[in-house]
């Protein structure tokens, strides 16, 4: 019997022609195990309307063809039905398709769909707002907030933006709370995380599950231009776990404190919210076409450890140099004012 299938394709998401993705799922989906139907999105929060009719109709799967916003979307309709949530990554960085390992070349992405493995996995939730792969306030959100606003999209873009951005920004201070206690932290950037990365292999939690039942939750400590080198290698490398200035920690459910309302992000898209935010873990909430190899462990090779230590060592280095250069300058200071009375 043919699984019923609607493809959801949002026309202006990456740089990839819609038309040409059209032509490709008529080419290569199984016409023996789907019959399906392609609708193009017409404005924000169209596809969460356009999920929901193909929801109720009882169809089996529904694709979200286009980045992470179109995929939370899509999503957002799909969790706690029986209908299945594909991905045909069209994005600019892709970050929940590239987690559960669906290829960005869309003809291998299609022969995902084809084999039809589906798994019920993790979903969370910021302010009771559904997202599938990360969230995140303070340099992530504002660097967000930053990059919506451009006419230009792309990784380049991006990193760009993270270049000129980086240091003006200034560290808040939050006040975490989660199963265990009531922490503050002084931080660049406070991340939660259901998937491993960002988008575009920028591992924020290396060792996310979306079948786990937990959060990742990351805590960036400010960093000097010594540190950022550091930190993009890490994040690229996956160790970003085992930096000097990052803290991690897993949990169901966190409720986080800032000084007032600013910019957060989930899934890529970046919305003004309050002081208080409240992010929390939904266990088994949406069924995903998946690779049979998602989920695999993001463990980092000897080299890749090996070069990490060596980064933090010359941070340690760095740090301990310029302490005692400071101290040797005030040194100088109180002999000078010794000798001059």
């Given at each position: 019997?043919?699984?019923?299938?609607?493809?959801?394709?949002?026309?202006?998401?990456?740089?990839?022609?819609k038309s040409g993705v059209q032509k490709l799922i008529d080419k290569f989906i199984d016409k023996d195990k789907y019959e399906y139907i392609i609708r193009y999105t017409e404005y924000a929060g169209h596809a969460t309307k356009i999920a929901s009719e193909y929801r109720d109709a009882g169809y089996d799967v529904v694709v979200a063809v286009g980045g992470d916003g179109t995929i939370n979307e899509v999503g957002q309709a799909l969790v706690h039905s029986n209908t299945a949530m594909g991905i045909l990554p069209c994005g600019s960085g892709n970050g929940l398709a590239r987690h559960l390992s669906i290829p960005t070349n869309l003809r291998k992405s299609i022969e995902i769909l084809n084999k039809q493995s589906i798994s019920t996995l993790d979903y969370c939730t910021i302010n009771g707002h559904p997202f599938f792969c990360t969230c995140g306030m303070g340099f992530d959100a504002f660097i967000s907030e930053k990059f919506a606003k451009s006419t230009r999209r792309g990784p380049v873009k991006y990193f760009q933006t993270v270049l000129m951005e980086g240091l003006r920004y200034k560290p808040e201070t939050y006040t975490i709370e989660d199963e265990s206690g009531i922490h503050r932290h002084h931080a660049y950037l406070v991340s939660c995380a259901n998937a491993s990365q960002y988008g575009n292999n920028a591992y924020i939690a290396p060792q996310a599950k979306m079948s786990d039942g937990l959060l990742d939750v990351i805590i960036m400590e400010p960093f000097n231009l010594l540190g950022a080198p550091h930190i993009s290698f890490d994040m690229m490398n996956k160790t970003l776990n085992k930096s000097h200035k990052v803290k991690t920690f897993k949990a169901k459910k966190v409720t986080i404190h800032r000084t007032g309302e600013g910019p957060v992000h989930y899934d890529g898209e970046a919305v003004t919210m309050g002081g208080d935010i409240e992010v929390a873990v939904v266990e088994k909430g949406i069924k995903m076409v998946c690779n049979e190899e998602a989920e695999r462990d993001l463990k980092p090779n000897i080299v890749q450890n090996a070069i990490t230590e060596l980064f933090n060592n010359m941070y340690d280095m760095g740090n301990s140099i310029s302490r005692q250069g400071r101290r040797f300058k005030m040194m100088n200071k109180r002999?000078?004012?010794?000798?001059?009375?």
């Open positions: 019997m043919k699984l019923k299938c609607a493809f959801i394709m949002n026309p202006i998401s990456g740089s990839v022609k002999l000078w004012r010794k000798l001059t009375k």
